[in-house]
């Protein structure tokens, strides 16, 4: 049986009600470096990057009520999201989950936050765990997924 082998924890994403008034504990108290902001708009979701050590914290502010994380943060309160494991194919990663039985919330990955592939496994086959599979730009062909 093919396992899964991812190469590192990418990031961890926290659900935040307001980027604004989130970042200051990170960069004023943590003492960790703010690397940027993007807004997904296939999420509806906009994104604050903060740098720590080789994994990133990404504070994730819905940009629409029906969002994704809008309905997390409506059932759950804020909080830890999801944790992304790094892959360098995220399509054959995804293929080898779903042999194994594990529930997928995206069969095929899609475009996410600076140009990398992301797909989600469905927490209800994780331990209760959102995991998100996700592949760098810098490790895709384009020619490939399009």
Same mark, same amino acid.
């Given at each position: 049986?093919?396992? &899964?082998?991812? !190469?590192?924890? !990418?990031h961890i994403g926290i659900a935040v009600k307001d980027l604004d008034s989130s970042? @200051?504990?990170?960069? *004023?108290?943590?003492?960790?470096?703010?690397?940027?902001?993007?807004?997904?708009?296939?999420?509806?979701?906009?994104?604050?990057? &903060?740098?720590?050590g080789e994994i990133t914290i990404e504070l994730l502010e819905a940009t629409s @009520? *029906?969002?994704?994380?809008?309905?997390?943060?409506? =059932? =759950?309160?804020?909080?830890?999201?999801?944790?992304?494991?790094?892959? *360098? !194919?995220?399509?054959?990663?995804? *293929?080898?989950?779903?042999?194994?039985?594990?529930?997928?919330?995206?069969?095929?990955? =899609?475009?996410?936050?600076?140009?990398?592939?992301?797909?989600?496994?469905?927490?209800?086959?994780?331990?209760?765990?959102?995991?998100?599979?996700?592949?760098p730009a810098s490790n895709i062909d384009r020619e490939d997924v399009e």
């Open positions: 049986m093919q396992e &899964i082998k991812p !190469n590192q924890i !990418n970042i @200051p504990f990170y960069t *004023d108290i943590l003492g960790l470096k703010l690397v940027g902001i993007e807004t997904v708009e296939s999420e509806s979701v906009r994104v604050a990057f &903060i740098e720590i @009520p *029906d969002s994704p994380i809008a309905r997390f943060i409506e =059932k =759950k309160g804020e909080g830890i999201h999801h944790i992304a494991l790094q892959t *360098d !194919n995220c399509e054959k990663q995804l *293929d080898v989950i779903r042999k194994q039985g594990i529930k997928l919330i995206n069969e095929v990955p =899609k475009e996410g936050a600076h140009g990398s592939l992301v797909a989600f496994l469905h927490p209800s086959s994780t331990n209760k765990v959102l995991f998100e599979l996700c592949q």
